[in-house]
């Protein structure tokens, strides 16, 4: 056996021991925590079941008592049905001193009768109580009896009190009433006839099961049974465990061996090297041990032998840690021009080459150039107006083959017969650059993800680009360093791209309600001042609703705030629905919700405004209720109309005009709208307006102007039917 079996075998021996004792401490604690509290919830069970009988049995004595306190005959058969009317028996029977039915009411359960104070005899159809009756002189006269049933409904009452299964047996031990289900019915009735006294039996599919009765004051012979707590699957789990420990143990043991042999190995192979005639092999100092120590005198030895490439190896790691340390300031900034641009300069002063390129991945499939050095002459279509003009589809020429294998490509120019649009050239390396932890989850192999039919091929890895350089100074190939070199700057290259990417997500991310999905209040700052200043640019008019979910606040109190906030949601959804693709809807905070309608009059707006009132009053929001089935919550909204310039100056204001006609419109009654008034003084500041805009008859404020026939021309259109905006952002 090899130094890295042993070491392997004994990593394998130290680790998976404890791991199987582990193992087997877990399941059978796991299993006997969960037996304690089966137990318990029985034994609690037990403790409820005799209380309920006792409890039915005391109520039939007192029935039983209340009829033999009548004095004559007739007083008793009127108490019986007066007992039976109450419902504190199902049946009275009052017999004679040889044990004939004087008198019985109607409708009484089946016999036998189990009397509460006697022993059980056979099955049994209904728990009565008896009592003597006797004249004054203590002659005795017979006997009266209350009774109720022990049906179905007797037993499923006592399983609702005790919270567990319960089923009641016959004298044979056979199931006369239970409340499990079919299923499990011949596992618990096993198990039972295995209990002995108080004793907590288990089934096969996890139920515990003990008996109760026949005992005195508890006649009724009863089975309990609860489910166990247990996770199912535990032993499968725990197995599972086992191995995927196994696993990781043997991939640790394997690593942890290939570490500790990797110095002797690679010594042995430097050894070799220098035998053969190399004097460039070194050997990494990994540790200051004794292989450690014999690395290093190896290296000094190969060192004093072959100091002029020893010179020139150390000048190359120089020049590379001084570029790793650049791609690491370049990494921090977010113009990705520029970036591109340096590491693309630095690349081809590092490697000697005379041009190259930096080509990213498009959503078509397709490279596109995003910065291009020294590529005068070489260009496929003559001089190229800007580098966007470089595209190579994935999979097609050297770049595309990069791009589609993920794999590196040197060597010398064979161009095709059909050019695939790169530059020419004598000799080319190309590596691939792809975002950080993307191959394991963007690869083209995924299970599940099969590329469709005619799609292009996908990057391995989830390549960005390519970073090709051409034709070296003095004419040689690019060699294995030139190679290392290049991927060194792909990888600056990506990092930079990816960052670039983060960060506009991060922007879009800060502007957004994470909820809704609509922009935020930050947004909406910059969206009135940008929208307020274009509107006064071209003389048009821009409309504000101000909208509030009336009675929000009982939403949540009612169903919770997971309802109320798949009711903001639902309501989100329906202003994209309604708005146009210009308009823009924003979610101030809470409920309170802003809609800018861009070169909108007030007319369009109280347009909008209805549909907005009508799409969310008509249709309630279905929402997860407390009981299994969803509820719909009906849902209105008030709404506050502003215009600018007609009703404020500035973006602030007719934002605050928005919000008083809000107001307004909730003291009207709430689910409605409300336009601002038009303050007085008006407005000073001056907007250009059309010459040729008339006043409607309606005297609304209208955008835009009129041609002769009188047809609206600019701004939002005031008619029935306004541009929808199309759902989602």
């Given at each position: 056996?090899?130094?890295?079996g042993?070491?392997?075998?004994?990593?394998?021996?130290?680790?998976?021991?404890?791991v199987?004792?582990?193992a087997?401490?877990v399941?059978?604690?796991?299993s006997?925590?969960?037996?304690?509290?089966?137990t318990?919830?029985?034994?609690?069970?037990?403790?409820g079941?005799r209380?309920?009988v006792?409890a039915?049995?005391?109520q039939?004595?007192?029935?039983?008592d209340?009829?033999?306190?009548?004095?004559?005959?007739l007083?008793?058969s009127?108490?019986?049905?007066?007992v039976?009317?109450?419902g504190?028996?199902?049946?009275v029977?009052?017999?004679d001193?040889?044990?004939?039915?004087r008198?019985?009411?109607?409708g009484?359960p089946?016999?036998?009768?189990?009397d509460?104070a006697g022993?059980?005899?056979g099955?049994?159809g209904?728990l009565a109580?008896?009592?003597?009756?006797?004249?004054?002189?203590g002659?005795?006269?017979?006997?009266?009896?209350a009774?109720?049933?022990?049906?179905p409904?007797?037993v499923?009452?006592?399983?609702?009190?005790?919270?567990?299964?319960?089923?009641?047996?016959?004298?044979?031990?056979?199931?006369?009433?239970?409340?499990e289900?079919?299923?499990v019915?011949?596992?618990?009735?096993?198990?039972?006839?295995?209990?002995?006294?108080?004793?907590?039996?288990?089934?096969?599919?996890?139920?515990?099961v003990?008996?109760v009765?026949?005992?005195?004051?508890?006649?009724?012979?009863l089975v309990?049974?609860?489910?166990?707590?247990?996770?199912?699957?535990?032993?499968?789990?725990?197995?599972?465990?086992?191995a995927?420990?196994a696993?990781?143990a043997?991939?640790?043991?394997?690593r942890?061996?290939?570490?500790?042999?990797?110095?002797?190995v690679?010594?042995?192979?430097?050894v070799?090297?220098?035998?053969?005639g190399?004097?460039?092999?070194?050997?990494?100092?990994?540790s200051?041990?004794?292989?450690?120590?014999?690395?290093d005198?190896?290296n000094?030895?190969?060192r004093e032998?072959?100091?002029?490439?020893?010179?020139l190896t150390?000048?190359r790691?120089?020049?590379?840690n001084?570029?790793?340390?650049?791609?690491?300031?370049?990494?921090?900034?977010h113009?990705?021009?520029?970036?591109?641009?340096?590491i693309?300069?630095?690349?081809?002063a590092a490697?000697?080459?005379?041009?190259?390129a930096?080509?990213?991945l498009?959503g078509d499939?397709?490279?596109v150039?995003?910065?291009?050095?020294?590529?005068?002459?070489?260009?496929p279509t003559?001089?190229?107006?800007?580098?966007?003009?470089?595209?190579?589809?994935?999979?097609?020429g050297?770049?595309g083959?990069?791009?589609?294998?993920?794999?590196?490509?040197?060597g010398?120019?064979?161009?095709?017969?059909?050019?695939?649009?790169?530059?020419?050239?004598?000799?080319?390396?190309?590596?691939?650059f792809?975002?950080?932890?993307?191959?394991?989850?963007?690869?083209?192999?995924?299970?599940?993800?099969?590329?469709?039919?005619?799609?292009?091929?996908?990057?391995?890895?989830?390549?960005?680009g390519?970073?090709?350089?051409?034709?070296?100074?003095?004419g040689?190939?690019f060699d294995?360093?030139?190679?290392?070199?290049?991927?060194?700057?792909?990888?600056?290259?990506?990092?930079?791209?990816?960052?670039?990417?983060?960060?506009?997500?991060?922007?879009?991310?800060s502007?957004?309600d994470p909820?809704?999905?609509?922009?935020?209040?930050?947004?909406?700052?910059?969206?009135?001042?940008?929208?307020?200043?274009?509107?006064?640019?071209f003389?048009?008019?821009?409309?504000?609703?101000?909208?509030?979910?009336?009675?929000?606040k009982?939403v949540?109190?009612?169903?919770?705030?997971?309802?109320?906030?798949?009711?903001?949601?639902?309501?989100?959804?329906?202003?994209r629905?309604v708005?146009?693709e210009?308009?823009?809807?924003?979610?101030?905070?809470?409920?309170?919700?802003?809609?800018?309608?861009?070169?909108?009059?007030?007319?369009?707006?109280t347009?909008?405004?209805?549909?907005?009132g009508?799409?969310?009053r008509?249709q309630?929001?279905?929402?997860?209720g407390?009981g299994d089935?969803?509820?719909?919550?009906?849902?209105?909204v008030?709404?506050?109309?502003?215009?600018y310039p007609?009703?404020?100056?500035g973006?602030?204001?007719v934002?605050?005009?928005?919000?008083?006609?809000?107001?307004?419109?909730?003291?009207a009654?709430?689910?409605?709208?409300?336009?601002?008034?038009?303050?007085d003084?008006?407005?000073?500041?001056?907007?250009?307006?059309?010459?040729?805009?008339?006043s409607?008859p309606?005297?609304?404020?209208?955008?835009?102007?009129?041609?002769?026939?009188?047809?609206?021309?600019?701004?939002?259109?005031s008619g029935?039917?306004?541009?929808?905006?199309?759902?989602?952002?």
């Open positions: 056996m090899t130094l890295r042993r070491l392997t075998a004994a990593f394998l021996v130290v680790v998976l021991g404890p199987l004792l582990g087997f401490f399941g059978a604690t796991l006997t925590v969960d037996r304690s509290r089966a318990e919830r029985l034994g609690l069970a037990a403790a079941v209380t309920s006792d039915l049995c005391q039939l004595r007192a029935a039983a209340a009829v033999a306190l009548a004095t004559d005959p007083g008793r009127r108490v019986a049905d007066q039976v009317g109450r504190l028996a199902a049946a029977r009052i017999a001193p040889a044990g004939d039915t008198y019985a009411t109607a009484g089946t016999r036998p009768w189990q509460c022993p059980p005899a099955p049994v209904a109580a008896e009592v003597r009756l006797r004249d004054p002189a002659a005795d006269l017979g006997a009266v009896a009774a109720q049933p022990v049906d409904a007797f499923a009452r006592l399983a609702a009190v005790t919270g567990v299964g319960v089923t009641l047996l016959d004298d044979p031990g056979r199931i006369t009433h239970t409340t289900d079919q299923g019915r011949a596992a618990v009735l096993a198990a039972a006839r295995r209990a002995d006294g108080d004793r907590v039996t288990g089934t096969g599919d996890g139920r515990y003990r008996r009765g026949p005992s005195p004051g508890q006649p009724l012979p309990l049974s609860v489910p166990g707590e247990r996770p199912p699957g535990l032993y499968g789990g725990l197995l599972a465990a086992v995927l420990a696993l990781l043997v991939l640790a043991a394997w942890l061996a290939r570490v500790t042999t990797r110095p002797l690679e010594l042995a192979g430097a070799d090297r220098v035998a053969h190399d004097l460039t092999a070194r050997v990494p100092v990994r200051r041990d004794e292989i450690g120590r014999l690395a005198a190896f000094r030895m190969t032998t072959g100091s002029y490439v020893a010179a150390s000048s790691d120089q020049l590379r001084h570029l790793a340390v650049l791609g690491d300031t370049l990494a921090s900034t113009d990705l021009q520029r970036i591109l641009r340096v693309l300069d630095s690349a081809i490697t000697g080459a005379r041009a190259g930096v080509l990213l498009d499939g397709v490279l150039g995003q910065c291009v050095e020294g590529l005068t002459g070489r260009w003559g001089e190229p107006a800007d580098p966007a003009t470089l595209r190579v589809p994935v999979g097609a050297v770049v083959a990069v791009a589609a294998t993920g794999e590196p490509l040197r010398r120019w064979a161009p095709p017969d059909a050019p695939a649009g790169e530059p020419s050239c004598e000799t080319y390396v190309a590596v691939p792809a975002a950080p932890g993307a191959a394991e989850s963007r690869g083209p192999d995924r299970p599940g993800h099969p590329p469709a039919d005619g799609d292009p091929p996908a990057p391995p890895g989830g390549a960005l390519v970073l090709a350089l051409y034709d070296r100074l003095g040689h190939e294995d360093d030139d190679l290392v070199t290049l991927r060194t700057f792909a990888g600056h290259a990506a990092v930079a791209v990816e960052n670039v990417r983060v960060h506009e997500e991060a922007q879009r991310l502007l957004t909820l809704t999905g609509l922009w935020n209040y930050r947004y909406l700052r910059e969206s009135i001042r940008r929208e307020v200043e274009r509107a006064n640019r003389g048009r008019m821009l409309s504000v609703l101000a909208l509030d979910l009336d009675r929000f009982d949540n109190d009612t169903w919770g705030h997971a309802a109320g906030d798949a009711v903001l949601v639902e309501f989100a959804r329906r202003v629905g708005i146009r210009v308009d823009l809807a924003f979610r101030q905070g809470g409920e309170e919700f802003v809609v800018l309608l861009p070169e909108t009059d007030a007319r369009g707006a347009i909008v405004a209805e549909r907005l009508a799409v969310v008509d309630p929001v279905p929402v997860e407390h089935e969803p509820v719909r919550v009906p849902v209105t008030s709404i506050g109309i502003a215009v007609d009703h404020a100056a973006g602030q204001q934002l605050d005009a928005a919000d008083d006609a809000l107001y307004a419109a909730k003291a009654g709430r689910d409605g709208y409300r336009l601002a008034p038009v303050p003084p008006a407005p000073t500041q001056e907007i250009p307006v059309v010459a040729a805009t008339v409607p309606d005297g609304l404020p209208r955008a835009g102007t009129a041609d002769p026939t009188g047809t609206a021309q600019g701004g939002a259109s029935p039917h306004p541009p929808r905006q199309s759902r989602g952002r």
